[in-house]
């Protein structure tokens, strides 16, 4: 079992900055592939970027290249995403997930075994 805690979402402007962070506790963090999501109100959760357990490969969906930038520290059980360039379209509930390391980076809801309960983002125009 792996237990996931998102934090530091909240109200932004256009242009801004956020920096989510997500702690796992529970089993051996380092061993798991990780990914952020988001759903926006009447929407489908989407994947928005995804990093192996090593940290050395990263993989975005289009939409947020060169603005978002996934990262974590296994030292601190602890996955992140900073976002810059915040816009309108971010705003979504932005979720963690785990899996284990499966020899590929995974794009898909249901390949995650483990959630957080999410955190808000909200962009202002």
């Known amino acids: 079992q792996v237990q996931l805690v998102e934090s530091g979402g909240g109200l932004a402007q256009t242009g801004g900055s956020l920096r989510l962070s997500c702690a796992a506790s529970g089993r051996t963090f380092s061993s798991y592939d990780m990914g952020w999501f988001r759903q926006a109100a009447g929407k489908e959760r989407e994947f928005v970027a995804g990093i192996n357990w090593t940290g050395g490969r990263t993989t975005y969906v289009d939409s947020v290249k060169g603005r978002f930038t996934i990262s974590r520290d296994n030292t601190k059980n602890t996955l992140y995403l900073q976002i810059n360039s915040l816009k309108p379209e971010d705003t979504a509930v932005y979720y963690c997930?785990?899996?284990?390391?499966?020899?590929?980076?995974?794009?898909?809801?249901?390949?995650?075994?483990?959630w957080g309960q999410g955190t808000q983002v909200t962009v202002s125009s």
């Open positions: 997930a785990a899996a284990p390391w499966r020899g590929r980076l995974l794009l898909a809801v249901g390949e995650y075994d483990y």
